[in-house]
């Protein structure tokens, strides 16, 4: 067996999109209540890896948290959604699924969510909170991301890039 081959950058280059992509109505991250700027720099750059758009809330510090956390060389696709269920509301009125990560009674394994055919949402809640039962009653499905270890959950960055892969079908 041979040793794995490290690709070279160059090459990467080649096969990856030589410009941001532009809104694809098609998969959309939305951490509606944020609470770690962190976060939003990292899912943002997800965003990007799977073709996915950023849905965030106008709060006063989050356009800051954006521009200091986006790492990426190009323009990125953020929808800003002012009243958070508001926009879910509008975002099923258009014909998009909303999958809550969130523990219910209802959610299914990260490893049965099959990935997305239609506009769909990941909606991200709180990571104190988690999501408003406003928001939550809006949601078509909800997926959890099961866990063996002490912790009760995974921060949103991880738990959006997780769901995020799973529905664009990279995983």
């Known amino acids: 067996m041979s040793a794995p081959r490290l690709r070279p950058r160059k090459e ?22 944020p609470m770690h700027g962190a976060n939003l720099g990292t899912l943002l750059r997800t965003c990007d890896a799977v073709g996915a758009c950023l ?12 521009d200091r956390g986006n790492t990426l060389r190009r323009p990125s696709c953020v929808h800003w959604s002012g009243d958070q269920v508001r926009w879910l509301e509008r975002m099923r009125e ?6 809550a990560v969130e523990l219910t009674d209802e959610s299914v394994r ?15 809640g709180h990571e104190q909170s988690g999501i408003p039962p406003e928001a939550l009653e809006l949601a078509d499905a909800a997926v959890e991301i099961p866990m063996v270890g002490t912790g009760h959950s995974l921060n949103v960055a991880v738990a959006g890039s997780l769901v995020l892969y799973r529905l664009a079908g990279l995983l």
Request: aromatic share 10%; hydrophobic share 45%; proline share 11%.
């Open 12 to 33: 990467l280059r080649r096969e990856r999109r030589r410009k941001a992509h532009t809104c694809w109505d098609h998969l959309y991250a939305a951490p509606l209540w």
């Open 55 to 66: 849905a965030v809330p106008r709060f006063r510090w989050v356009p800051d948290a954006l």
């Open 94 to 99: 258009r014909g998009a699924r909303i999958v």
């Open 110 to 124: 990260l490893a049965d969510l099959p990935p997305a055919r239609t506009p769909t949402v990941a909606l991200l």
